[in-house]
Every structure is written in C-alpha cells, then in structure tokens.
C-alpha cells in the first residue's frame, strides 16, 4: 500500500440495520456522535444505516420484479386515446392530399 493516503484512526463502531433489526461490530472511522452499549457491555460509537445486506432485496431474495410486457400494456392503455389522435390526424392529411390530387 501507499504510505501516507490511509487514514490511521481506525476505531470500533458499531452499524445498525433498523429496518431489519441487524447490528454489526466492525472498525470504521466514520464519524458519528451516537453511542451504544455491546454485547460486551462495552461502549461504542453507532452509525444507523438506511439498508444493510440483512434488508437488501437482492440479498434476501425479496426483489419484486417487473413484467416488461405488462408495463407496455400500461402504457398503452394510458395514451391509447393520444396514439388514436395521432392516427385520425394522420388520415386526415391523406385524405386531403388525394383530394387535391383528384381536383
């Protein structure tokens, strides 16, 4: 390793999963002002974390997926009314230019 780009004040903290309710003990130095009591009945800084593996959907096989079809269906359905506009303008326009044609 380079000398001189890490940092030296590596300390235990502690990271909390609320959502899943999963605690880790691990060196860090995040900096927190929070503090929490151990399993060792020892006193360490807390970092509250959004997601963890423990609350991940990826890691705990809980991913919704989409259906790519479905969300082409929706999609229709929802501007069905703007695609239609689109076509009668289309027509329109046809049937104006064989009219000059015929005049």
């Not at 929070?34 to 991913?63: C, M, V």
Request: no cysteine.
């Amino acid at each position: 390793m380079k000398k001189g780009i890490h940092p030296e004040s590596y300390r235990y903290v502690v990271f909390q999963d609320r959502a899943a309710g999963f605690t880790f003990l691990t060196r860090s130095t995040i900096k927190t002002t929070d503090k929490i009591t151990w399993e060792d009945g020892k006193e360490y800084p807390l970092f509250n974390l959004d997601i963890s593996s423990a609350s991940h959907p990826f890691y705990t096989g809980r991913q919704k997926f989409v259906d790519a079809a479905g969300r082409v269906e929706k999609f229709r359905r929802k501007y069905q009314g703007a695609f239609t506009d689109v076509s009668a303008a289309e027509r329109d326009a046809e049937a104006r230019a064989e009219a000059e044609k015929k005049a």
